[in-house]
């Protein structure tokens, strides 16, 4: 109860929630096992990107941003939050880039824009590559990995067999537990 309750307490603002998830983000790109041959290139490039303080605030300013949609999943979703149950992941149109943003990046991310951002098949590749990523990338915002998720159940079943008593779980909605649902299978 304790391990679950002070998840994602030490991030209070808004900003330092982003960063935290923006930080995690670029570290499971950049040094995420198994990286799809051909996408090598767009993992060392891509985190340069999201850890530019010019690139962040027009990820988190664009108006439906997917970065706050995924922030508030993960930490107002933890205080009982009613959500639209839908899973989160990025499309084309989350990721804004244009001349104006090159303009005032830094250089390492205006490096990633002409590396992840120059063809039609350099954005599939970064969209999918960040996608293929975001369930860690929460996971480790949560602060609350599969193994601590792993450990709870099994503390909690030897709870349970010690009184004589069963867990059932009914589990409406896959989408609302997004960054813990792999290690919850798991852990069942």
């Given at each position: 109860r304790e391990k679950l309750s002070s998840v994602g307490?030490?991030?209070?603002?808004?900003?330092?929630k982003v960063d935290k998830f923006l930080n995690e983000l670029a570290v499971v790109i950049k040094h995420g096992k198994d990286t799809p041959i051909g996408m090598q290139f767009i993992a060392n490039g891509l985190p340069d990107?999201?850890?530019?303080p010019v690139c962040r605030s027009v990820l988190v300013d664009k108006k439906e941003s997917k970065v706050?949609?995924?922030?508030?999943?993960?930490?107002?979703?933890?205080?009982?939050?009613?959500?639209?149950g839908e899973r989160r992941k990025f499309e084309r149109s989350d990721i804004p880039y244009d001349e104006d943003l090159w303009g005032k990046a830094s250089v390492p991310a205006?490096?990633?824009?002409d590396l992840c951002f120059?063809?039609?098949e350099n954005i599939e590749k970064s969209i999918e590559l960040i996608n293929l990523r975001l369930e860690e990338a929460i996971s480790r915002t949560l602060e609350f990995s599969g193994d601590d998720l792993v450990n709870l159940?099994?503390?909690l079943r030897k709870y349970l067999f010690k009184n004589g008593k069963r867990l059932i779980l009914l589990i409406e909605d896959m989408s609302r537990i997004q960054g813990i649902d792999n290690a919850l299978l798991q852990a069942l």
């Open positions: 307490e030490t991030y209070v603002t808004e900003e330092a990107f999201f850890q530019d706050k949609l995924i922030v508030e999943h993960v930490f107002e979703g933890l205080k009982n939050k009613e959500r639209d205006r490096d990633a824009i120059n063809t039609e159940m099994n503390e």
